[in-house]
């Protein structure tokens, strides 16, 4: 019986080395969801770059905007699972739409992509305009209880990482905010700076550089990390204890791509969090290089499944 199984596993082994072996016989592609020059198409960018040293070609970066990443997605998950075309997976594309009520997507994450790795972690932070008469988080808290319902928050829309982290905030706070959405970061961070809006919690890169340049200030950190070269800025916990937010960006591939190439592209994202130039370029864009392998990052996303989910049905948080 054993001499009869041997034959049948290495035919059924075979096809999967063989894979791994010709990959990559020409540049892959790296799709993102978002537009070019934000971060995380900056994050493609330094990967790609990292990574040709590793798989011997350079990777394409290729932009697909549209749908919250589910376009770039989309096409990733109709693409040959041969490797040769993976995708940028985001916090809110694995963990937040799947639990929002309202929220149609062109595929299911969790069916048609499979975790490769985990990139870089994003930091997170509060942030006021410049002149803003809130000069810590309790004070911009105790505002808020004293004047119900009209202190404000940005967002990059309804259902993002921004959204629902101003909403923890209300819920353990337990104070009264008001949610104002934009169609992405930037456009909130203006109305902020420009005083329109009191406060947003974002990835410390959407505002390193107004914070910078003077325009904007930090009243803290809301991941419980935190980042060198931003002295006296403590986290939201030390006000609100147990509130932390994090968001992170990984990659996926089409479902069923062969284990053999899934760990090539693994090694390759390992090799880049290890590389110093490139931890450099991703702590100067306000990212924390953290390699999760394929077993870590599937624990992370259903981690932050069930935690973004709590605070969705707390808030009866729906899409629009």
């Known amino acids: 019986m054993r001499k009869r199984l041997l034959p049948l596993l290495a035919a059924c082994l075979l096809p999967a080395f063989a894979a791994a072996q010709g990959f990559p016989d020409r540049p892959p592609r790296i799709l993102g969801g978002f537009a070019a020059g934000g971060t995380s198409d900056i994050v493609n960018r330094i990967l790609a770059e990292s990574a040709a040293q590793t798989l011997g070609q350079r990777p394409v970066v290729e932009v697909r905007t549209g749908a919250n990443g589910f376009i770039a997605a989309a096409e990733a998950a109709r693409s040959a699972p041969d490797g040769h075309t993976i995708v940028q997976c985001s916090t809110g594309m694995l963990t937040i739409s799947p639990e929002l009520p309202g929220v149609q997507t062109p595929i299911d994450p969790a069916r048609d992509l499979q975790p490769i790795a985990n990139f870089a972690h994003s930091t997170q932070v509060m942030a006021v305009t410049a ?3 809130h000069r810590t988080v309790a004070g911009f808290l105790d505002a808020a209880r004293g004047r119900p319902g009209t202190l404000t928050y940005a ?3 309804i259902g993002s990482v921004s959204h629902l982290s101003g909403a923890r905030l209300e819920q353990m706070a337990r104070v009264p905010l008001v949610h104002v959405p934009f169609r992405g970061a930037a456009p909130g961070v203006l109305d902020v700076m ?14 390193a550089q107004q914070v910078r340049g003077g325009e904007m200030r930090l009243l803290a950190f809301a991941d419980g990390i935190g980042m060198d070269g931003f002295p006296g800025v403590g986290q939201i916990g030390d ?9 992170w960006f990984g990659y996926c591939a089409p479902r069923g791509t062969p284990e053999p190439v899934v760990a090539r592209w693994a090694d390759a994202i390992r090799a880049a969090t290890e590389d110093a130039a490139t931890r450099q370029r991703l ?4 990212l924390v290089p953290r390699f999760e392998d ?3 990052f599937s624990q992370t996303i259903a981690a932050d499944r069930a935690a973004w989910g709590a605070v969705i049905r707390s808030g009866n948080i729906r899409a629009e």
């Open 239 to 247: 006000t609100v204890p147990g509130y932390a937010v994090s968001g």
């Open 194 to 207: 420009a005083g329109r809006v009191d406060t947003i919690i974002t990835n410390l890169g959407d505002v």
């Open 283 to 286: 702590l100067q864009s306000g």
């Open 294 to 296: 394929p077993a870590r």
């Open 131 to 133: 002149n803003s008469p």
């Open 155 to 157: 967002s990059a829309g």
